[in-house]
């Protein structure tokens, strides 16, 4: 009886190793997919973009395609930086020798700190996207030229 048992549990055992293998290898080769349907269609356009721009369309030769990269707002482009740094441009363009120099240099430290602190508050959001692209095509004399571009989404 404790061998039919045994020998019951081996069978379910393996069964069981075997679903979990399989479905390991079912997402391992998922995962192995390069490109998604939205880095796809990023070089989709961006190739139908320079298909339209070059100077000989049939002489381009791709080369090189990085990833997808996910661009952030920047700080120094918040509206609170921009309105804080014209504070400190506008006192930093008042003739200061009709001020006091130890109120000047007090004013203006507290407002460099209170920039400081926003710089430290602030939160980037998802800007876009951006890929970079390499190929060769002839340009306008004739010439092939290896060329490096940029695409921001």
Not at 17 to 36: G, Q, V
Not at 67 to 81: A, G, I, L, Q, R
Not at 125 to 133: A, L
Request: aromatic content about 10%; overall charge positive.
């Amino acid at each position: 009886m404790n061998v039919k048992r045994t020998y019951v549990n081996q069978n379910i055992n393996k069964t069981c190793m075997k679903i979990i293998t399989l479905t390991i290898c079912f997402f391992a080769i998922l995962s192995c997919n390069n490109e998604s349907s939205f880095d796809g269609q990023l070089k989709k356009n961006a190739t139908d973009y320079l298909m339209k721009n070059m100077n000989d369309p049939k002489s381009y030769e791709s080369i090189e395609w990085s990833k997808v990269d996910t661009t952030y707002t920047s700080y120094t482009s918040s509206e609170k930086y921009i309105q804080k740094r014209k504070g400190i441009d506008s006192m930093m363009n008042q003739d200061i020798r009709n001020s006091n120099v130890e109120n000047f240099s007090k004013d203006l430290l507290t407002k460099d700190k209170e920039l400081e602190q926003t710089g430290k508050d602030f939160k980037p959001e998802i800007d876009g996207y951006m890929i970079t692209h390499k190929c060769r095509a002839k340009n306008a004399m004739g010439a092939l030229v290896l060329n490096r571009m940029r695409f921001n989404i």
